[in-house]
Structures are given as structure tokens and as C-alpha cells.
């Protein structure tokens, strides 16, 4: 196996480890709605806000930082395979990572606050029940900021150097090409 294809493999096996954790995160830690049931069998929210955007936005902002995350361990760790290819990787992992979260989140989610079974609700009773969340065009915006991240360290930073320089090493700070300084 090529550096190439264990670099490439590599970014893949960390976008889905991140995603997996952070999807088990995401479901244990998922706000819920608590109702109680009433005697013509309706159930009415003791719980007030809005637990789906909540989700939602949790779910968006950590696989957002997964993401960048990502396309900055890829730029750093392989920059002999700077370029395009790369580019589109980072995007697509991140793309699978994103949609890792959401699927994990809602396993964990309804492992951890099952549904009661019908007969088993009693009148007067609360019920904690997880609400159903899906991220539509929200899932692209993680792939997005990796390409972005990774796009801008490429422009911004010079492979193979730290964008910070070592003590005693005399590395000049990395600029923007073409910049006065």
C-alpha cells in the first residue's frame, strides 16, 4: 500500500471515528420533549422550547468542527498530496461524517429514550419522548467549511512548514503571496 492510499484511507478512518463519537455524544446528550398523557389519550408538552433546533444546530456546529478538524489534520499531515484530489476527499469524508452523526445520534437517542409501547402509557403519567430531527441542507455546510479550510491553508500556508515559526529555527512567518510583508 502507497503513503498515498494510507494517507487517503487514513482521513477517511478518522472523519468516521470523530462522527462516531461525536454521534454518541449528540444522542445521549439530546435534548427531549417530556409530555404527559391526558384522559382522551392526547398528550400535552410539559416541556417548552424548541428541542429540534436545538438539535439541529448542535448537530450542524459539531460536524462543522469535525470538519475543519479534518481538513486541517489532512493539510498538515500528507502535504505531499496537496492538491485537488485531496481537496475533494476532505469534502467527501466530511460529507460522510456529517451524515455519521445524524444517523449515530438518532440510534443513541432512541436507545437511551425509548418509545413506550401504547399500552403501557397510563393516564396523568410524563413521557420523555426524543423528537424527530433532520438536518435537510444543513448536512452540506460541514463538507463546505472543509473544502473552505483546507482551500484557504493551502493558499495561506506553504506545505510542509508550520504557520507558526519554531524558536531558534529563523523560519520567517508564511505570508499571503504577493503581500508587502
Known amino acids: 500500500m502507497s503513503r ?19 454521534g454518541v455524544l449528540s ?18 408538552l410539559v416541556s417548552p422550547g424548541s428541542q429540534e433546533f436545538d438539535t ?3 448537530m450542524i456546529t459539531g460536524s462543522s468542527i469535525l470538519a475543519i478538524v479534518v481538513a486541517l489534520i489532512a493539510f498538515f499531515r500528507a502535504p505531499e498530496l496537496l492538491g485537488p484530489r485531496m481537496l475533494a476527499w476532505v469534502t467527501f469524508c466530511s460529507l460522510l461524517g456529517a ?10 437517542a ?4 425509548p418509545v413506550p409501547a401504547g399500552d403501557a402509557l397510563e393516564i396523568g403519567e410524563e413521557y420523555a419522548f426524543v423528537p424527530q430531527v433532520t438536518l ?15 482551500w484557504s491553508a493551502a493558499v495561506l500556508i506553504r506545505p510542509g512548514r508550520s504557520p507558526v515559526p519554531e524558536e531558534g529555527t529563523g523560519d520567517p512567518v508564511p ?3 504577493g503581500s508587502a510583508v
Not at 498515498?4 to 468516521?16: D, E, R, V
Not at 448536512?139 to 473552505?148: D, E, K, N, S, W
Open 4 to 22: 498515498a492510499t494510507g494517507s487517503y484511507a487514513g482521513i477517511l478512518a478518522l472523519s468516521l471515528i470523530l462522527a462516531l463519537v461525536a
Open 27 to 44: 444522542g445521549g446528550l439530546r435534548p427531549v420533549y417530556t409530555g404527559r398523557v391526558m384522559e382522551d389519550a392526547s398528550v400535552i
Open 56 to 58: 439541529w444546530l448542535g
Open 99 to 108: 451524515f455519521t452523526i445524524v444517523g449515530i445520534s438518532d440510534v443513541v
Open 110 to 113: 432512541h436507545l437511551v429514550h
Open 136 to 150: 435537510h441542507w444543513g448536512v452540506v455546510i460541514a463538507p463546505y467549511l472543509a473544502l473552505l479550510t483546507y
Open 175 to 177: 505570508t499571503i503571496p
